[in-house]
């Protein structure tokens, strides 16, 4: 299957692609962009018409205006510098590149990268990014974007983005070591890389490769003018703590060292201190060991220095010139800093030994000499030290897995680098054939797969001339009289050998050579030549002529160090040092001299080229817009000038010989088949002969356009425009139908929607209208119902209360028919009985009248006696008959008696009541037993002493008299006093004696027999006094309601020597009674009881007077007691 749409000139070809990538490019397609739309200027210089310098630049320079800082011809992406940061590099745009194709969208470094990314995964071919251009052009800005793109894109995963990290986090490091601010860029690269980034089959990265080219160490010792030293310098010097520098015995002072150019310092929008921690941090993830780290840094520091060594002459006295070291201080710090024997070290810096055949020749080194020394070695110091770091970066980046690798190799060379003057020394020429070199494989690789594709899709092809560079190539690497080579002889060439014997044996070697000039060359061309100085040589390069100042052509390719430095480096306790010089080790000495620069360099560079041409290459060409480092200008001469020797016009010709545009014929029909109407809107066949039918239909010249197998190929831009005009004219007649379509569409749905909804609507209205009318005409309906319903009801109500009515009328009239004859019938029968009464009462009268009058002689004396008693009789007798009816209940308390009938019967009635009553009574009592009948008679002899008299009584009326209180036979507690009493018991009580003496009182059992009245202690039941009833006179109590009482004894009898006993109790009334009664029943004499409120009582010689008043609420309900004085004893009661 091919590509389904490539204009790529020839350099990619036919691709097999993956069935799966196919259908995503077919998904892709959908969307149906194209390079070609919203171009500004032209997007890809193929298609420029005119073509020529002029219309080139203009277009670069619409674009870059743009903000269009790509350009594509054909595969080759240009670059122009923009000197500012273009929002362009998010992730939505690595998003909006990612599996799209090369043309789909706007030119970019992404598309490249994908491109590449893909074809690299998908179809197995190792790729190279090729990026040139001159220094500040972008190459390394474009070489990181290249590899953050391809990092953004491929796997994703914790090892795989380690990896990424990590390849990623080795640019700072080697930018900080070798990259170095210039006049040209702020950060440019002092020195080539090339970077193998490894995948695996699906796509992620395992690890990489770097390999270095030649780092510009000149620059350690010296810099021109406006430029620095490498940025680790400086970095080390603001960003490192005071402890570190201490450690490093640096001091923070640029101006402390020599090897640092003082004017420009510090550099504009460049934070060295960041970057220093940057870089560490960098390190760190890259997988540098914290010592190795430090290590590093003694080294820089051992080399920064280095340059502060001084000397100064000293004769000797065979006239030859020696040198010392002026100041063994700095001396004696890089010596404790790298574990050097400082005596070593100075001797080397004194001392030059030479060995040949097993001979030491030892040599004093001048003061000049001991300065080239000095500074041989800081460069080697530093350039093997940048060399280790790749190795170290190398062993931490390199793939852990021993899979099949794919690669893809990042190149970011320096570029061409001509100086105005006659500044360019062996570093620009080293460079610039290193891009001459890059040159030829860009025109070897894309003719040749240019050329491969023709044949390869049967495309008739003419060869194209070009200017093949590789006669300068030759010129410059020849084995036998290439330049380098020249310069190599003469280095190893024994006898004085200076830049000039060099200059002169190229003078006679290269004379002839068409781009070789050289004034003093045998070729007198340009003898005259006042532009060529005499120590110069020119080259005339692929890109443009070069004069190459020829002083220290020499030196540089021999970049000796002499074995005393390297030896006393070997011995270096400083284990990293120790391993940057081998060839000091004394066991391997090794007399051969060491391999130039420049034959170092050469067999690298054909290294690369080999590497690089198993590879399909991807180009990206740099081009710087100004010289000031400014955004937004575009310096036309500038640009021009380096369109000129980056061969763009040129790359563009080449693609345009044979055929400007391709494309694989489905893509191509998809886009034009508008054009033509047997392909609108679809092609059933092949696309191939769709195409065939298009071109014809469209009348294309048939010298414009040739079949290839699977693609279409256009020689001429104009046809291509002259059919993106069509399309775009096309496009718009098509976008006129589609919108009068829809439009139609629109407006018709709409019609038919309205008509829709109007049909709904008139359905709803009408139905609503014949709702509401059928409800009117229901309602209607309903009432006219109502009525006649109502009407008709009242109608028959109205006959219903009619005939009821009637019927009731009939009634009432048949009632008081009735009525009346019955008022008639009694009115005749009253009357009739009236006049029988009459006829009665008349008759009576008359016989009455008749019987007196017979009579009267025989009654008139007696009769009204007789009849007055008999009425009276009869009076009583009904009396009583009725009386019997009406008897109250046999109960004593009944106070009900029927109300009396007749006056004169008054006293009847009262007596009868009064027997009635007693005969009750009688009754009543009848039915009680003997018991009782005491308990009763004790009660109403109570009644007969107390009632009326004592205001005690009425509450003693309910209680009954119980006599033995205490139970005496059964307690046996009293038994003692049981057995002391023969007689009956009739009270056994306590009550309280009251105290003669003081009032108080205090418990005393009561006993009351028959004969006598007995005092017992209540606890013990001893008892304390004994009085015979007789000795009893008198009993004397209050007429309140209080149970005080006091006893009178008889004087002079026993009982009587200690006093009258005053008592008081709960139950005086029965107790009083009792002892009345049994006195009573005793002596046959009345017991005096008093009752008074104020009495006299007996106490031993003295009468006391006992008075009772009222109202004392002091002590509540309870009466008190107090002897007031001798003669008065106070009770209070309540
Ligand atoms: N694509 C870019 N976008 C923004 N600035 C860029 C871009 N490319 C280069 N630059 C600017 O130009 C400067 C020089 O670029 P650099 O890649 O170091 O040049 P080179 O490696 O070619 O010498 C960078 O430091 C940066 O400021
Ligand atoms: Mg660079």
């Known amino acids: 299957m091919e590509r389904t749409q490539d204009c790529r000139g020839g350099s990619v070809g036919a691709q097999r692609v993956h069935f799966a990538s196919h259908l995503q490019t077919m998904a892709k397609m959908e969307v149906k962009t194209s390079l070609l739309d919203n171009m500004i200027g032209v997007g890809d210089m193929v298609l420029l018409e005119p073509l020529n310098e002029e219309t080139f630049i203009n277009n670069l320079k619409k674009r870059f205006d743009h903000n269009e800082i790509y350009t594509y011809i054909g595969s080759v992406v240009i670059s122009v510098n923009p000197y500012r940061s273009l929002p362009i590099y998010s992730p939505e745009k690595v998003e909006d590149y990612r599996n799209r194709n090369f043309y789909e969208l706007s030119p970019h470094i992404f598309a490249l990268s994908d491109e590449a990314y893909r074809s690299l995964r998908d179809q197995d071919k190792d790729q190279c990014i090729l990026i040139t251009g001159e220094s500040g052009a972008g190459k390394t800005e474009a070489s990181k974007l290249v590899m953050s793109y391809v990092a953004a894109v491929c796997g994703k995963g914790a090892e795989v983005n380690q990896v990424k990290e990590q390849l990623l986090q080795s640019n700072p490091v080697l930018e900080a070591f070798g990259n170095a601010k210039t006049v040209r860029n702020d950060n440019s690269s002092r020195f080539g890389k090339y970077m193998d980034i490894e995948f695996d089959f699906k796509g992620d990265p395992l690890g990489g490769v770097i390999s270095n080219y030649l780092l510009e160490k000149s620059r350690v010792v010296k810099q021109p003018r406006g430029e620095r030293n490498f940025h680790v310098f400086y970095q080390l010097l603001s960003g490192a703590s005071e402890e570190l520098l201490h450690k490093l015995k640096l001091e923070q002072d640029f101006s402390r060292y020599n090897y640092l150019s003082l004017d420009s310092a510090k550099v504009n929008g460049v934070d060295d201190a960041a970057n220093f921690r940057t870089v560490r941090n960098a390190m760190q993830i890259v997988g540098f060991m914290d010592h190795e780290a430090e290590s590093v840094l003694e080294v820089v520091a051992a080399v920064l220095k280095l340059g502060n060594i001084e000397f100064k002459p000293e004769s000797r006295v065979n006239g030859l010139d020696e040198s010392k070291i002026k100041d063994k201080n700095e001396l004696k710090e890089i010596c404790e800093l790298t574990g050097i024997d400082q005596s070593v070290l100075e001797r080397a810096f004194s001392f030059r030994t030479v060995e040949a055949k097993q001979e030491k020749v030892s040599t004093t080194l001048n003061v000049a000499q001991a300065y080239y020394a000095r500074d041989a070695l800081a460069k080697n110091l530093y350039s093997r030290l940048f060399s280790w770091l790749v190795n170290r970066i190398n062993e931490s980046i390199k793939a852990q897995t021993k899979v099949r690798k794919k690669v893809m190799g990042v190149l970011d060379i320096y570029g061409f680098e001509i100086f105005e003057s006659a500044d360019n020394s062996f570093e620009q020429f080293i460079i610039n054939y290193c891009n001459e070199k890059l040159q030829q494989i860009f025109i070897e690789l894309t003719l040749k797969e240019e050329q491969e594709e023709y044949i390869r899709e049967d495309i008739e092809w003419t060869h194209i001339d070009y200017f093949n560079n590789a006669i300068i190539c030759d010129l410059i690497e020849n084995n036998t009289n290439g330049i380098l080579a020249m310069l190599d002889e003469e280095c190893l060439r024994p006898g004085t050998v200076t830049d000039d014997t060099f200059l002169e044996k190229l003078n006679q070697v290269c004379a002839t050579h068409q781009h070789f000039e050289s004034r003093m060359s045998r070729c007198s061309r340009f003898l005259n030549d006042t532009s060529l100085p005499h120590s110069c040589f020119r080259i005339q390069h692929y890109a443009g002529k070069v004069l190459y100042q020829v002083e220290g052509f020499v030196d540089k390719n021999n970049d000796l160090l002499y074995r005393d430095l390297s030896q006393a480096m070997w011995k270096a306790g400083h284990a990293l040092i120790k391993s940057l010089f081998p060839e000091g080790n004394p066991a391997k000495i090794n007399l051969k001299r060491p391999p130039t620069a420049g034959s170092q360099f050469k067999a690298s560079v054909a290294t690369l080229m080999k590497n690089l041409q198993t590879k399909n290459p991807n180009y990206i060409r740099c081009i710087k817009p100004n010289d000031k480092k400014a955004a937004h200008v575009f310096t036309e001469s500038l640009v021009c000038h380096q369109i000129r020797y980056l061969g763009l016009l040129e790359n563009v010709r ?356 028959n004969n006598n009245l007995l005092l017992a202690d209540q606890k013990s039941g001893q008892i304390k006094s004994e009085v015979p009833l007789v000795d009893v006179t008198k009993v004397s109590m209050s007429s309140q309601n209080d149970g005080f009482f006091a006893v009178h004894l008889k004087e002079g009898s026993e009982a009587a020597s200690k006093g009258d006993f005053l008592f008081s109790s709960d139950h005086l009334i029965e107790m009083a009674t009792k002892l009345y009664r049994t006195t009573l029943s005793q002596t046959k004499q009345k017991l005096n009881i008093e009752i008074s409120d104020e009495f006299l009582v007996q106490f031993r010689q003295d009468k006391v007077c006992v008075k009772f008043i009222q109202g004392n609420q002091k002590n509540g309900s309870v009466p008190t007691c107090k002897r007031k004085n001798n003669r008065l004893l106070e009770v209070a009661v309540p």
């Not at 007649?733 to 018709?748: F, M, P, S, V």
């Not at 009821?804 to 009739?832: D, F, N, P, V």
């Not at 009386?883 to 009847?908: A, G, H, V």
């Not at 033995?964 to 002391?980: F, R």
């Open 654 to 1009: 080449v693609r345009r010989a044979g055929y400007a545009f391709r494309q694989a014929y489905e893509p191509c029909l998809e886009r034009y088949k508008m054009l033509c109407k047997q392909t609108w809107p679809h092609w059933k066949g092949p696309a191939r002969s769709g195409v065939e039918v298009l071109f014809n239909e469209l009348e294309i010249p048939m010298e414009e356009y040739s079949f290839g197998r699977s693609k279409i190929f256009i020689r001429n831009p104009r046809t291509l425009f002259a059919l993106e005009d069509l399309r775009k004219q096309r496009l718009e007649d098509l976008a006129t139908l589609i919108q009068k379509i829809y439009r139609g569409w629109k407006c018709r749905t709409h019609f038919l929607l309205m008509k829709k909804s109007q049909i709904v609507i008139a359905a709803w209205c009408r139905r609503y209208a014949q709702q509401k009318r059928y409800q009117q005409i229901k309602a209607s309906a309903l009432a006219i119902q109502s009525y006649i319903r109502g009407w008709k009801a009242r109608k028959i109500l109205r006959e219903l209360k009619h005939q009821k009515r009637c019927k009731a009328a009939a009634t009432t009239i048949a009632a008081y028919w009735h009525g009346t004859q019955a008022r008639r019938e009694l009115k005749r029968l009253k009357e009739e009985a009236r006049r029988k009464h009459a006829v009665a009462v008349i008759w009576a009268y008359w016989l009455g009248l008749k019987v007196r009058r017979e009579y009267r002689k025989y009654f008139r004396a007696n009769a009204g006696k007789k009849i007055y008693e008999f009425t009276l009789q009869r009076i009583v007798q009904k009396y009583f008959l009725e009386m019997k009816n009406k008897m109250p209940s046999l109960s004593p308390i009944d106070k009900n008696w029927p109300s009396r009938p007749y006056l004169f019967l008054d006293s009847t009635h009262k007596e009868l009541k009064r027997i009635f009553h007693l005969w009750r009574c009688k009754k009543y009592r009848d039915q009680f037993t003997d018991q009782q009948k005491l308990i009763y008679e004790e009660k109403l002899e109570a009644s007969e002493l107390f009632k009326d008299k004592k205001a005690l009584y009425p509450s003693s009326v309910g209680q009954p008299f119980q006599g033995a209180y205490l139970e005496i036979n059964k307690n046996p507690k009293y038994k003692k006093l049981k057995d002391a009493i023969e007689e009956k018991i009739i009270i056994a009580e306590v009550v309280n004696k009251i105290n003669r003496a003081n009032g108080k009182s205090t418990s005393r059992i009561f006993l009351l027999t």
